[in-house]
């Protein structure tokens, strides 16, 4: 995938470039000609996802779920298999000690996003742990196991497995909240439309509410008739698919009219909205948003965070809070898709994690690629950014402003019940969640 600015028209060098540019940022970046494993391109797991969705405990759900990957998950290192699953698997986290004994302020339920897994929510689940509530991390039918899975899943699966969360949930404690990235946002706006009282928030980080390049997305569905995979590519990663059928693209759309009927049956989003993207964002249509959230946030509780590298007009709407996105400490130009809801601290995709993007051919030159895998630094961008002169850059993967957002994450549940205000200021304090990443070198 291309990381930083080129000359116009070399991001489609190829009609096949071209052809897979938004599957590719959905999934991380493409790769060219190299094909994923054969076990990887055959579905195996997930025939029965009714089955596994959340029902009895969550703890039940878990169990389920991890002998589901245990049987049918081809590893991405077969050295280290037990350590992928139980990365990859969903988990319950509780409130943090210093919360104190008694029930959790409310139960948080996490959604990640297409070809992702559940260890993509993990520094989310540790945020809204601090913030008292007891955090439930998903693992959405099709994933986890292997790409062709997503091949015998769609919407209404995905759909039915936040439901059924939500109802989980809802038996257990008076306080839900939904908190999805990407595709899991935008399931979390289509759960708490469609059953109304059901969830008393929801949060949605680098949202799919809308898509930038939404047309050629809708041609999934026929496309895939001709050519099921859109990208066949091998993986770079245990966390996430790199290889995209057509189905997983042409389910995401389908889901996003369905929330779109929902919401408008509903006159809103009618419960307290909480949206964080980067303008940086390629994959997402960020003004879309932006107007989707200014004609259908009823709540007055509901806020916009967006992240920006460069100054921009549109600034209409005064419950939008306009932040920045590049951080030189940090050697961060901009933030990506993949960015927001990461702590530097993370171990796979932080400052200092094991994976850097580096991204691959058709939409990158290979010097490029390995120029930035060489390298003992890298600058963290999208390819809206350049790196400065001579160093390398590679596509951000963490947000280096992460500690103030989960502060405002803190701010916007502080609203919904604020009798957890006071403790909820006092255990970030005393958790040290106000320091700013200290930028670091790091060698590979």
């Not at 994933?143 to 969360?165: C, F, I, K, S, Y």
């Not at 889901?255 to 929902?262: G, H, P, S, T, V």
């Not at 060489?374 to 963290?380: D, H, I, K, L, P």
């Not at 001579?390 to 957002?405: I, K, S």
Request: proline share 7%; net charge neutral.
């Amino acid at each position: 995938m291309s990381m930083f600015r080129e000359e116009n028209g070399r991001r489609h060098r190829s009609s096949t470039a071209s052809g897979i540019l938004l599957f590719a940022l959905l999934s991380g970046c493409a790769t060219g000609g190299a094909k994923a494993p054969a076990s990887e391109l055959v579905s195996s797991g997930w025939s029965d996802p009714a089955a596994l969705a959340p029902a009895g405990s969550f703890d039940a759900y878990v169990a389920a779920v991890t002998t589901e990957l245990r049987v049918h998950r081809v590893p991405f290192d077969p050295s280290k298999a037990e350590a992928e699953l139980a990365s990859v698997a969903p988990f319950r986290m509780p409130p943090h000690p210093r919360c104190g004994p008694g029930k959790p302020r409310g139960i948080a339920i996490l959604v990640h996003g297409l070809s992702d897994t559940a260890f993509a929510m993990r520094d989310l689940a540790n945020s809204l742990a601090r913030q008292c509530f007891e955090a439930r991390a998903l693992l959405l039918p099709g994933h986890g196991t292997r790409p062709a899975d997503l091949m015998v899943v769609d919407e209404n699966d995905w759909v039915r497995h936040v439901q059924a969360a939500v109802l989980q949930a809802r038996r257990d404690n008076d306080v839900v909240v939904v908190a999805g990235f990407s595709l899991g946002a935008a399931l979390a706006v289509t759960v708490a439309a469609e059953a109304p009282g059901s969830v008393d928030a929801v949060i949605g980080v680098s949202p799919a509410y809308r898509i930038s390049s939404s047309l050629l997305a809708r041609q999934a569905r026929w496309l895939g008739v001709f050519r099921p995979w859109l990208d066949s590519g091998p993986r770079e990663e245990f966390a996430r698919y790199e290889a995209m059928p057509a189905r997983g693209i042409a389910s995401t759309m389908a889901l996003l009219d369905r929330m779109n009927a929902r919401v408008r049956a509903q006159g809103g989003v009618q419960v307290p909205w909480m949206v964080v993207q980067s303008e940086d964002d390629e994959v997402i249509d960020v003004t879309g948003n932006r107007r989707f959230f200014a004609s259908k946030a009823d709540d007055p509780r509901s806020v916009f965070l967006n992240y920006v590298s460069e100054p921009t007009g549109d600034r209409a709407d005064e419950r939008v809070t306009w932040l920045p996105a590049a951080d030189p400490g940090s050697r961060v130009a901009g933030l990506s898709h993949l960015a927001l809801h990461i702590a530097p601290e993370n171990p796979h995709y932080g400052l200092e994690g094991a994976y850097r993007n580096c991204g691959s051919a058709p939409f990158r030159e290979e010097s490029e690629v390995q120029v930035c895998r060489q390298a003992e630094q890298v600058w963290y961008g999208t390819g809206r950014q350049s790196p400065p002169p001579g160093e390398a850059g590679a596509r951000a993967t963490f947000n280096p402003h992460y500690p103030d957002l989960e502060r405002r994450i803190g701010g916007f549940l502080a609203e919904i019940d604020g009798r957890h205000a006071d403790r909820s200021a006092s255990l970030q304090e005393g958790t040290g969640l106000g320091s700013h990443a200290q930028s670091s070198t790091r060698r590979r």
